[in-house]
T-cell receptor
């Protein structure tokens, strides 16, 4: 069956450290993968997109990697801050169908 | 620009009642989506509309119907609400193009069915 899995347990890290979140998928062949941030009571907000031919993408303190052999994407926040505390979701488009499927999300808490 | 607007923000229904969740966007989105979000389940796709005039089932369509009224509006209808439909519902839109553009979400409708 098709699945997108993220660590369901919350991730707690100290301020200033690097947070690394994982997204694994099964039985999809996405041309690209996206990461979103969701704050309580709000809809998800887009952060970054990485294409299948890109190994790594950066935006300020954010870095995303995409390994199509492992079927995995890693999302890194460097020099994390309490304001980075949120739930982070990965998403992919089921190729050619316009269906956007999301992982379950990982809740990150950055401790001051 | 308002972006993606969902109404109502909150709703309480009794089992068996019907209601329509409204979604409107002013971002010129071609595709629109309805998701539900439950604790531990993430966002699950209910229905989507790839373009005006088309609708398709997502992962969890049972108990729901949708209407893509025009390019701007995409509504979700519960004909006979059940407690299992208690959830937060999100509408999203996307402008389809070569840039793999992302989804833009509304702020959700929190629905409780008693």
């Amino acid at each position: 069956s098709q699945k997108i899995e993220q660590n369901s347990e919350a991730l707690n890290i100290q301020e200033g450290k690097t947070a690394t979140l994982t997204c694994n998928y099964t039985n999809y062949s996405p041309a690209y993968l996206q990461w979103y941030r969701q704050d309580p009571g709000r809809g998800p907000v887009f952060l970054l997109l990485i294409r299948e031919n890109e190994k790594e993408k950066r935006k300020e303190r954010l870095k995303v990697t995409f390994d199509t052999t492992l079927k995995q994407s890693l999302f890194h926040i460097t020099a994390s801050q309490p304001a980075d505390s949120a739930t982070y979701l990965c998403a992919l488009e089921d190729s050619g169908t316009y269906k956007y499927i999301f992982g379950t999300g990982t809740r990150l808490k950055v401790l001051a | 620009n308002a972006g993606v607007t969902q109404t109502p923000k909150f709703q309480v229904l009794k089992t068996g009642q019907s209601m329509t969740l409204q979604c409107a966007q002013d971002m010129n989105h071609n595709s629109m989506y309805w998701y539900r979000q439950d604790p531990g389940m993430g966002l699950r796709l209910i229905y989507y509309s790839a373009s005006e005039g088309t609708t398709d089932k997502g992962e969890v369509p049972n108990g729901y119907n949708v209407s893509r009224l025009n390019k701007r509006e995409f509504s979700l209808r519960l004909e006979s609400a059940a407690p299992s439909q208690t959830s937060v519902y999100f509408c999203a839109g996307r402008r389809v193009g070569a840039d793999n553009s992302p989804l833009h979400f509304g702020n959700g409708t929190r629905l409780t069915v008693t």
